[in-house]
């Protein structure tokens, strides 16, 4: 079940951080590329528990 979760959070933080980046405002630009990266971070997080098991 973490797998899933994880990959539901990564797809959210990235569609959200992607938004962000088209704002005008160089902070929150930063802001959105910091949270698409954690977004790929927790999608690879959920691929290595599906391939490992949950329990890791």
């Known amino acids: ?3 899933l979760i994880d990959k539901v ?10 938004a962000k980046q088209e704002s005008k405002n160089p ?3 930063d802001e ?3 949270q698409e ?3 790929k971070g927790q999608q ?6 599906g ?6």
């Open 1 to 3: 079940m973490g797998e």
């Open 9 to 18: 959070k990564g797809n959210f933080n990235e569609a959200v951080g992607k």
């Open 27 to 29: 902070a929150t630009r």
């Open 32 to 34: 959105g590329a910091a």
């Open 37 to 39: 990266g954690k977004g």
């Open 44 to 49: 690879f997080a959920g691929k290595v528990k």
């Open 51 to 56: 391939a490992l098991g949950d329990d890791i």
